[in-house]
């Protein structure tokens, strides 16, 4: 936190692997949040809250704990392409909200997100301003591949558990 604001960071990358479990892993790693314990979080953007597209590296111990919305997609035959994004809308004064989702195609992905922002700003009875997107995809050609999107909020040592 920085002058009294938040500040989230939404990061895409992409990975490859022997396994799906790997090449999110490898996702994870060009995103640069691996090594965090991932504790995913719903969709709701505090005010007062700077949501910016990229970032360098996060202050952190091997093991901490990453407070994120995350959005994964896996392809695991060849040929196969998939997308995974996140979406938000934002009011300075009441805060925003995120949605994650994963499509097979850009077109899909960002209805996904547009339908799912704008039932959910009806359903509050406001419109909170402009759909922005962070979105990324993944081509499977030989080895299985991850599409990964996540908005981090913060670091969390694991420390209060040490006593």
Request: with cysteine.
């Amino acid at each position: 936190m920085t002058n009294g604001r938040l500040a989230i960071s939404v990061r895409t990358a992409t990975g490859s692997g022997r396994t799906p479990l790997s090449a999110f892993d490898d996702a994870l790693f060009g995103a640069d949040v691996h090594d965090f314990n991932l504790i995913t979080l719903s969709s709701v953007i505090p005010p007062r809250t700077d949501v910016v597209v990229g970032g360098g590296a996060l202050p952190m111990v091997h093991g901490d704990k990453l407070y994120c919305v995350l959005s994964v997609a896996n392809a695991e035959l060849r040929g196969e392409t998939t997308w995974a994004g996140i979406g938000w809308v934002y009011d300075e004064e009441v805060g925003g909200l995120f949605v994650e989702h994963h499509s097979g195609s850009e077109e899909s992905l960002r209805e996904l997100i547009d339908l799912s922002l704008g039932d959910m700003a009806r359903r509050r009875g406001r419109s909170f301003g402009e759909v922005h997107y962070a979105l990324t995809s993944a081509h499977c050609e030989d080895l299985p591949v991850c599409a990964l999107a996540v908005a981090t909020y913060g670091v969390e040592s694991w420390d209060t558990l040490r006593g």
